[in-house]
């Protein structure tokens, strides 16, 4: 069983950054699906980022200020967030996937808040 852990949140202000951490309990070369979802008080959880068979897609509500990247050799997505607005304020999940409909993984959650 994959299991995937959140790290990196906290509270910032608007405009600034912050840098989140996925790290996987095993090696995530098989992964072919992996992204980041958010969550707000209220709220529908909602897609941020994914990428899938080597290409990267982005909501448009963070495009040009949110980056996915990936550490093969530390088992570890990163969600770099720039330029940060209140509306940014959720709870950011991890999510991976083997591809073709094998497997939906999630982390547990990591809370961001973003001051005005």
């Known amino acids: 069983q994959l299991q995937l852990v959140e790290s990196g949140g906290g509270l910032v202000q608007a405009g600034g950054s912050l840098r989140l951490s996925c790290a996987a309990s095993?090696?995530?070369?098989?992964?072919?699906?992996m992204g980041w979802y958010r969550q707000a008080p209220g709220k529908q959880r909602e897609y941020v980022v994914i990428?899938?068979?080597?290409?990267?897609y982005y909501a448009d509500s963070v495009k040009g200020r949110f980056t996915i990247s990936r550490d093969n050799a530390k088992n570890t997505v990163y969600l770099q967030m720039n330029s940060l607005k209140p509306e940014d304020t959720a709870v950011y999940y991890c999510?991976?996937?083997?591809?073709?409909?094998?497997?939906?993984?999630w982390g547990q959650g990591t809370q961001v808040t973003v001051s005005s």
């Open positions: 095993r090696s995530i070369l098989s992964l072919n699906i």
């Open positions: 990428t899938r068979g080597g290409s990267t």
């Open positions: 999510n991976a996937g083997y591809g073709m409909g094998n497997g939906n993984y």
